[in-house]
C-alpha cells in the first residue's frame, strides 16, 4: 500500500500502521473518497485541536478536503513514532506544492492521537510550515 513517495522507518505497531494508512489514502491516493477516509479511520465522535483550533468531526472532513484540493503532497515522511496504550505519538513532514499560492511547502508536525478500537478519538497536533506567507496554516485549513 505505500510507495516511494512515503518514507517509513519500520514503524509497524499497530496504531502506527492504522495511521500511516490514514495518512497515505489522504495525501497519496484517490481510491477513497473524504467520507470513506472519515468512516474508516475516524470514531463517529472524533475531534481535534490543530494548532491551537478545536475541530469536531464535520470540520475535520472539511480539513481533509481542503488539503486534497489546495495542496499537491510529493514526499511524506515519519520522522518517530511511539505508541503506548492507546495512543500514538509521531513526528512527520510532509513536503510539496501548494495550489493555492503555486509554491512548494514544507510542513514539521508533531501529533498525539488516542484511538478507541482501530479508529482515531481525538487528535492533538501542532505544525510549522515553511513557504510562501498565504501557506503558513496549509495544515490546519478548515
Do not use: C
Not at 470540520?59 to 503506548?84: L, N
Request: overall charge negative.
Amino acid at each position: 500500500m505505500f510507495d516511494e513517495r512515503q518514507v517509513r522507518h519500520g514503524f509497524n505497531g499497530r496504531f502506527q500502521t492504522l495511521f500511516q494508512d490514514f495518512f497515505f489514502n489522504w495525501v497519496f491516493s484517490s481510491e477513497m473518497s473524504d467520507q470513506e477516509i472519515m468512516d474508516r479511520y475516524f470514531t463517529p465522535d472524533f475531534s481535534a485541536h490543530i494548532d491551537g483550533v478545536d475541530l469536531n468531526k464535520e470540520q475535520f472532513q472539511s480539513r481533509v478536503g481542503r488539503m486534497r484540493r489546495e495542496a499537491i503532497v510529493e514526499r511524506q515522511e515519519f520522522i518517530e513514532m511511539m505508541e503506548q496504550g492507546d495512543r500514538l505519538f509521531t513526528m512527520h513532514s510532509v513536503q510539496g506544492k501548494s495550489l493555492t499560492s503555486g509554491q512548494p511547502f514544507e510542513t514539521r508536525a508533531i501529533a498525539l492521537f488516542v484511538f478507541k478500537g482501530d479508529k482515531i478519538e481525538t487528535g492533538y497536533l501542532n505544525s510549522a510550515t515553511k513557504g510562501a506567507p498565504e501557506d503558513a496554516d496549509i495544515a490546519s485549513r478548515s
